[in-house]
C-alpha cells in the first residue's frame, strides 16, 4: 500500500486524471486504469472515508495499492490501479505544499508543447511529466473561444496553458483563494505534440 498526497484531479476526456506523490519517496504517481495510461472513471477516483466514499481532492492523502509500472515515453510515472478501494489518511493544508514543490529550470522547455518526434527520436527525454511548483504573475482567464487558460511566470518564463482543473471557475471568480501553486501536466499526443497543462491550481 502506498499513500499518495494528491495534487491533481483534472478532467480528462469527461473522466479523471489522478496525481500524487509519494509520502514515503517523494516521487510522482499516476494511478492510471491501462497500459495506456488510459483515464480513471468515476467510481475508480473514489475513495473511502467513514462517512462514504468521494472523489479524491487535491492536498488529501490517499491509501492506494499499486499495480505494475507501466511507463510511456511522456509520462513514466503511470502506475496501474487495482481493484482495491482507497481510502484517506487525513490531508495536507496549503502552508504544508513547500516541501513537496518540484524546481525545473523550466516546463520541459520554454514553449507550449513538445515535439512527439523529439520524444520518440529520443532528442528530448521526459525524466517526469509532472511538476509542482510555485508560480507568480497569475492571471486566470477564458479566451475567445471560452476555454479555460492561465498565464503566469515561473523561472523567468512567461507561461500562458489550458487549464483543466474542474475548480477553475470558482478560481476565477474568487470563490475559492489560490496560493500560487500549480500542477503542471504533459498531456497526451494531439497533432504531433504533447501540450503542457495546468492540471491543478492550488
Not at 67 to 87: C, D, F, K, M
Not at 144 to 162: H, M, Q, V
Not at 167 to 195: M, P, Q, T, W
Request: net charge negative; glycine share 6%; hydrophobic share 35%.
Amino acid at each position: 500500500m502506498e499513500t499518495i498526497v494528491i495534487f491533481a484531479n483534472s478532467v480528462k476526456h469527461g473522466q479523471h486524471c489522478v496525481a500524487g506523490k509519494s509520502l514515503a519517496t517523494g516521487q510522482w504517481i499516476r494511478p492510471v486504469a491501462d497500459a495506456n495510461g488510459k483515464e480513471l472513471d468515476h467510481e475508480q477516483a473514489k475513495y473511502r472515508n467513514p462517512y462514504g466514499r468521494y472523489l479524491v481532492k487535491p492536498l488529501q492523502k490517499i491509501q492506494m495499492e499499486l499495480g505494475a509500472n507501466v511507463p510511456l515515453s511522456h509520462q513514466p510515472e503511470n502506475y496501474l490501479i487495482t481493484n482495491r478501494e482507497w481510502s484517506q489518511q487525513y490531508k495536507i493544508e496549503p502552508h504544508e505544499v513547500p516541501p513537496f514543490l518540484d524546481s525545473p529550470e523550466d516546463l520541459w522547455g520554454h514553449g507550449h508543447a513538445v515535439d512527439t518526434n523529439m520524444i520518440n527520436l529520443g532528442f528530448v527525454t521526459i525524466q517526469q511529466s509532472l511538476y509542482l511548483i510555485s508560480a507568480t504573475d497569475l492571471n486566470l482567464y477564458r479566451n475567445e473561444e471560452n476555454k479555460r487558460r492561465i498565464a503566469f511566470s515561473y523561472n523567468g518564463t512567461n507561461y500562458d496553458l489550458p487549464v483543466t482543473d474542474p475548480n477553475f471557475d470558482a478560481l476565477l471568480s474568487g470563490e475559492k483563494e489560490n496560493h500560487g501553486f500549480i500542477c503542471v501536466s504533459l498531456g497526451e499526443e494531439y497533432n504531433g505534440r504533447h501540450y503542457k497543462i495546468a492540471a491543478t491550481i492550488i
